[in-house]
Structure formats: C-alpha cells, structure tokens
C-alpha cells in the first residue's frame, strides 16, 4: 500500500523495559515506510516536585484535557490519517480514544499486556495469575492493589477502565494488536473484542548480522524488571534450593534489572553467595553479559504476552529456560531451543538448570544455535512491516 502518515502514541513507564524497547523499534521500522510522527507523555509527569497534585491526577486519569490537546496539536502539526496506540495510561488517559472518536481518525492499538482489560495490566493478583478482569470484573484486581500497590487507586483505575468500556470510544480502535496467538485467543475466547478486529502479530527483531562468537562462562542471566509477575521469588528460591542440594557446586545467577523488588533481590544476595545482582545494564556491559551466560532464564509467572528477552537470548545463540506462559509457549521449544517449567514451579526450574548443568557443551551450544535459527526464520522485519500493512489497510478501510 501507498505511504501513510501515522502518529505513534505511548506514554512511557517509571521503569524502562521490554516494551519500550520495542515500541522504539516499531517506530524505526514504520518510518522507513511511512511518515511517523511522536506523541509521548511520561509518567515521570506524575512524580516529584512538580508533579499535579493528586486529587488532579486522580480526575485527570479518568479525563486529561491537557493530553488530549497535546494529542490534537501532534494530529493537527502531522495530518496523521492514523494513529498508532501503546500504552496511554496513566497521563494520556482515555481521552485520546475519545479525540480520535470525534475525529474519526482509526486507532491501532498495539496489546503489549493486558490493558485495556486489567487495571494492573497483568491479570495477576498476589503472586496468582487472576484472569477474571478479561471477564469484566476486576474485584480480585481492586482489593490486591494492583496498580502501585493502592487499593484506592486500583479501584479508580477499574473504574475508568469501566467507564471507558461502556463509553463506546474504544470504537476509535479499527484494529487491535495481540503479539501472540495465545494472547489472541484468550481475548477473542473471553468475549472482550470481537474476532474480526483482534490480529496477530508477533514482535520482529533486527539479528546481529553474525552471531557472535559464543563464551560460556557458567553462570545463569535474568535480565528483565524485577516485578513480581517476572516470577523474581521463584527465581531467589530455585538457587535456594539449588545451594541446599548442591552446596559448592552451585551455579551463578546473576539478576540484571531494576524495579520494586530490588530490596528483596538485594537481601538474598547478602544470604545466598550464587545469587549476583547486577542491576540495570546496558550498552557493552549488557551484550556482555548475555554472550558469556550459560543460558538465560525466563521464570514469568503471568501469562507473558510474547518474552522479548527470549529474542535477545537467541540472537546470541544461548538456550532459555522458560515457564509455561502465554506467549512464552510459542517461542521457547522444549528440548529444541531451551526448556519449560510450569509457572511458578520451584522444583520445576531446580530441574531444568540441573538438567542444564548435565547437558554437555556441544549440546547447550547445538540448542543456542537452534533459538537463533528460530530467530531469523521467525522475526524478520520485512515480515512484520508486510503484516503490518495489512493490518493498517483493514483498519483504514473499516
């Protein structure tokens, strides 16, 4: 299809992770096809000393005229015939569905978790995945304080989305973006979006053009937020167990991210000698550190929407040691390209890294090589951008 001017949205998190990381691909990719213009709001707005006072941010989560005047400017400065959505909350708000309604101006909207359905995004409540908001009801939700740990502010946050849900502005979404099959079946299965407008597409990844030489210096990396949902205590008690089992011999972790359970990650350091805590890396010291693992471990206890860490795994061609979760089902091949244990499963991973132990060199290095393979078949770019054309057409035609 001919070029489009898009406008890309998304309101950036306190903590950097994954999805950023992706949406700043996303744009590079779109630009080298389409005229694609920013429109970023930062939580960091909501913080500090001149942060809104909070009775303000509490009407303005519902209703931000303010954002919806920056998101009026952008289309107004682009002539965007589209505008391409990520997370909005909390500062965007629901009003940019609401400006592009009145406008009739078609929104994609990418689901990199599980908003607009979950109030802390992760359908998961006091370390259990909690499935019951893609249902509509968001009790579970509200009284474990799943949005920064309020229960007062969790139940605003339910209540917008409520609201939003019965508003009708979310027909301003020509199409959605699951990036896994399983993640679209479960939303389509739920009754929460219709079939037709809920599409398929997994995240593309630009490789190394050679894969770099590989170095294994026997120690295990996670490298991701340290947030609950990231399985953490699971994580801190497998090499608990480990060490108990086998005392000297104990593989290294090394945990590399940043997050609320810093302090926890930080105070079994100071009991468990494997356990290295490298907080957040980038650059050479991250490439690093990925190249000389032995393998990487994914121990999400929610039902990840795809595992972009995997991706980065395989593109040094190291195995992943992963849960049974959502997306991570599709991408991490049992025995192929890693291993799976069921989420949550200490003994489960105490396994799967003794196993690993037990696997000789050649054949961690075999299993590396297969993830990577996987990686270039599975996520080229110039696959993505064609899908995604696709998807726009529908959306500019709906």
């Known amino acids: 299809m001919s070029s489009s001017v898009l406008l890309h949205v998304f309101n950036r998190y306190l903590y950097r992770g994954g999805e ?3 949406v700043d691909k996303i744009h590079d990719d779109l630009s080298t096809r389409h005229a694609v213009t920013w429109c970023r709001f930062e939580s960091a707005e909501w913080t500090g000393e001149n942060a809104p006072p909070k009775w303000r941010q509490a009407a303005r989560l519902f209703y931000n005229r303010e954002a919806r005047t920056r998101f009026e400017s952008a289309l107004d400065s682009s002539g965007a015939q589209a505008a391409v959505f990520h997370n909005i909350h909390p500062v965007g708000s629901a009003a940019l569905y609401h400006a592009a309604l009145k406008r009739k101006l078609p929104v994609i909207q990418f689901l990199h978790n599980w908003r607009p359905f979950s109030v802390g995004g992760a359908l998961h409540v006091g370390g259990k995945l909690t499935p019951d908001a893609l249902y509509g009801s968001h009790w579970k939700e509200i009284r474990g304080g799943t949005w920064q740990d309020s229960v007062v502010k969790s139940a605003l946050f339910a209540l917008m989305l409520l609201l939003l849900r019965q508003s009708g502005w979310l027909q301003s979404v020509k ?224």
């Open 175 to 398: 199409a959605w973006i699951a990036v896994s099959d399983f993640m679209r079946e479960k939303i389509v299965s739920s009754g929460a979006l219709p079939a037709s407008r809920v599409h398929t597409l997994r995240h593309a990844w630009n490789a190394l053009p050679q894969a770099p030489a590989v170095e294994d210096a026997g120690y295990y990396l996670f490298l991701g937020r340290l947030v609950e949902t990231k399985g953490i205590h699971t994580l801190l008690d497998t090499w608990d167990a480990l060490r108990a089992q086998l005392g000297d011999r104990t593989p290294l972790l090394h945990i590399a991210g940043e997050g609320p359970l810093d302090h926890a990650v930080q105070q079994r350091v100071r009991t468990n000698p494997y356990i290295g805590f490298l907080g957040h890396i980038g650059g050479e010291t991250k490439r690093e550190a990925i190249r000389r693992c032995r393998a990487m471990i994914v121990p999400s206890t929610w039902w990840e929407p795809l595992g972009l860490v995997v991706y980065e795994a395989y593109d040094y061609s190291k195995p992943v040691l992963a849960a049974k979760s959502g997306g991570l089902i599709e991408i991490v091949q049992h025995g192929v390209t890693g291993l799976q244990h069921e989420p949550g499963d200490v003994p489960g991973l105490v396994r799967d890294v003794l196993e690993m132990e037990a696997t000789p060199a050649t054949a961690r290095l075999v299993m590396g090589r297969a993830g990577r393979q996987w990686l270039l078949r599975e996520a080229s770019t110039q696959a993505w951008l064609q899908r995604f054309e696709e998807i726009l057409g529908s959306a500019l035609n709906a």
């Open 20 to 22: 950023e990381l992706i």
